[in-house]
Nanobody
Framework: QVQLVESGGGLAQAGGSLRLSCAAS????????MGWFRQAPGKEREFVAA????????YYKDSVKGRFTISRDNAKNTVYLQMNALKPEDTAVYYC????????????????????????WGQGTQVTVSS
């Protein structure tokens, strides 16, 4: 399993922006499809965005479409989440995950990431959006 470290969280006002980073080590990063997930207090962890190995295809949770952008730099072993037009409901701890398993549909790929990272999520990065 690839080792992942999230960073870039912080406090933002509603309408503001933050850029999260997830640095990978220990495996060949370009073999991994990557995803961002988040967990708000008292809620289940949920999917936010995913990107394929080469960065040519992305997939988003409906509520972040048009506001968040996932991207990756395979030369730097890093995946990013640019978050614009932030809302208080975006407040959560954000986590990244990845998988080498190939799936034909995004939902199956996301489920695979969640299963493979169950019990071994990183420390995450806190995002707090004030109204």
């Amino acid at each position: 399993q690839v080792q992942l470290v999230e960073s870039g969280g912080g406090l933002a006002q509603a309408g503001g922006s933050l850029r999260l980073s997830c640095a990978a080590s220990g495996r060949t990063f370009s073999n991994y499809a990557m995803g961002w997930f988040r967990q708000a207090p008292g809620k289940e962890r949920e999917f936010v965005a995913a990107i394929n190995r080469g960065g040519s295809a992305t997939y988003y949770k409906d509520s972040v479409k048009g506001r968040f952008t996932i991207s990756r730099d395979n030369a730097k072993n890093t995946v990013y989440l640019q978050m614009n037009a932030l809302k208080p409901e975006d407040t959560a701890v954000y986590y990244c995950a990845g998988t080498t398993t190939q799936r034909a549909v995004w939902e199956a790929l996301i489920a695979t990431m969640e299963r493979e990272f169950a019990g071994s999520w990183g420390q995450g990065t806190q995002v707090t959006v004030s109204s």
